[in-house]
């Protein structure tokens, strides 16, 4: 990596270094919504540099709501403005020292969903997690059912319903069948988790019909988001077999504001793990195809202090971004700019690592302590929950922000 | 309901009558997508209607690929414009006899999908279908998983890959296990099938939280189509443990392009099967919520004749459409205008009337003769699946046209 020195002042431990300048979508007012990329505490306003001219794109795919006008341009000009930014924020004699206009406080505006998201999909692809699953709901000795090591499995979710970090969310109301009822009950889910996932962002459209292999596959990821895919484990229960989870999820998803370039990551790419059996060819790959990415969970009480009850890291997914692309399109389903592709729960070996409360409270039955005293087996109102993500590699940082929502009581 | 007479030439036998008035997407060349209505084999073309002058709503809103910002103007207003076209289809001195331009014929134009759909929703609410799937793939004698007659079971489906009546689709290609066999193949789908079903279109947008009654999901149904949601088993039965259907759906779902409006089947609202046990307080619903329209699908090999090899009815649901939005949004998630809800497999008691090979093949055990000789267990390329509906009562037919779709080979 070259050292590059930027003359905006960065905090030492800032995701958003001259390294990474993710892109997203902020507002000053309600109604002007407008592309930002992050440095430091600080927001370079995209629209305002296209029209000084030091852009090659024209400040209209930068007056947008979403992302996804700009990310269609596709990468060649999307890389360039990113490398062109972090030019203009290292050299010496920029233009954009005469123009403090183009620098808003990160403080001073409201982030949005940075994509339309036209399909949103999730996987389930820590084997660490899957096997938890197994051991708690089906054979503890033959946890992994037989298709998980051939396939990465996944499903279709909701788009409608994932938001923005910051945006609060209903506990869900919902059918629950509880254990030696003869019939369901309606009722607010009382075993409401989180899913500590990662979420990548299609940046190049296909056709139906085409395929995507895992050789092409990176030329159609924009970047990675942080993405809690809150659970109702009561209602999904009941309600999953046999098409698959459904209310138990679509009552809302969060995801972190700024996504992050897969170029901006391409530094922390490490090796994941072995596979085996070995996978059908359309899933091999080479190279390596994981990523060094440090997770944590906090969960707050309402006005008390955060507990960190997860730690976890990206780099431990049994399936990769770019198989998890390639099973999805290897039928011909076409994807879209702004889709997101979630990777299931992050789950590690050690319990520490553990990204659901399903998994650190083992189905309910070990309650662990919060800083303040109070005891949790699965989230209680006013509780917010908060994820961070970032890598780091010889002194180079590149994060995430985090993720936050705080579970309001049923309506 | 009131005889209406237009001076507009319909065949006796259309489906799109006085009654109608169906909204879709057309064009006469490459560029120019717009809103028209059907009316016997023509089309109105409601731009050049409003550009008379003669329609409350702007023209703007007709000259836009999709129907997404004329729904959203919401049903006082689209009701308003369906009801002021009849009347000048109907009037003796109508302004619109002085225009032929307004007239375009069907056979000219170019049938487009009417709505984006943000999200695709396929449920599975036909008991007769769930009970047949449950008898050949678990227990004959208890073949409906013990939550199906308290919930609507459905699941998210991929919005990306629905296309209009017209589109050739290509056989997938996919993770097969075969019978006996220790590892899965990679193959073409050997067991490719439709799916009979219904779609209706949402009508009213809903907030992240909010919750839609039986009393009022009327008011967010805009109106109906036919859906083949194309299905490959093979795909669908090694891949769908735990997390439901994924490729073996997500290579392509038609849909037919005319929207009826959920008015113009009003006269043909029948009762629904008895639900048995009691539904929960949230589905309960009051008066007639099934719809009487008859359907058929018919299946013709390459450059040969057509068999018709199912007649069933969506008045055999025993889920209807005001359950299945209530319990879609109970949780709290939100819907949109353009979002496409499906039946599921519309099978009725009689074998005659199972809408999916499946049934009808008996899980490939049974083949059956085509007009043309040949025999079928499930497509085989070149085939074409078409289906039509249509409601009749007093001489008064109210129907979808079609959709059709041709399976190509494999890519």
Known sequence: ?????????????????????????????????????????????????????????????????????????????TNKVRLDVQRLLVLENSPLKNHPEVFIAQREVRM????????????????????????????????????????????????SSVVVSGTSIH????????????????????SLDFELEMGFVIGKNTKLGERISTKNAGEHIFGLVLFNDWSARDIQKWEYVPLGPF???????????WIVTIEALEPFKVSGPSQQPEVLSYLKCDGNQNYDIQLEVGMAPKDSNETVISTSNFK????????QLAHHTVNGCNVNVGDVMASGTISGKDEK??????????????????????????????DTITMRG??????????????????????
């Open 1 to 77: 990596m070259t050292t590059l020195k930027t003359w905006v002042s960065v905090p030492k431990d800032s995701d958003f270094s001259i390294y990474n300048l993710p892109y997203g979508i902020f507002s000053l007012d309600e109604n002007t919504l407008k592309v930002g990329m992050a440095i430091g505490k600080q927001i370079v306003d995209l629209s305002a540099v296209a029209d000084l001219g030091l852009l090659e794109v024209n400040s209209f795919y930068f007056r947008q709501s979403t992302l996804n006008e700009f990310i269609g341009l596709g990468k060649e000009l």
């Open 112 to 159: 949005h969903l940075p994509v339309r998201i036209g399909d949103y999909t999730d996987f389930y692809s820590s084997i660490e997690h899957a096997t938890n699953v197994g051991k708690m709901y089906r054979d503890p000795e033959n946890a992994l059912l037989s298709n998980w090591r051939h396939i990465p499995v996944g499903y279709h979710g909701r788009a």
């Open 171 to 190: 506990r869900p109301m919902g059918q629950v069948k509880q254990k030696d009822a003869s019939e369901p009950t309606f009722k607010a889910s009382e």
């Open 247 to 257: 209310l138990g999820k679509s009552f809302g998803s969060s995801m972190s504001p």
């Open 316 to 323: 431990y997914m049994y399936w990769n971004m770019i198989q």
């Open 353 to 382: 690592s553990y990204g659901s409360l399903l998994e650190i409270s083992w189905g309910g039955k070990k309650p662990f302590e919060m800083k303040d005293g109070s005891t949790r087996t699965f989230i209680e109102d006013y």
């Open 390 to 411: 970032f890598a780091e590699k010889k002194g180079v940082r590149v994060g995430f922000g985090e993720v936050s929502g705080t579970i309001l009581p049923s309506v």
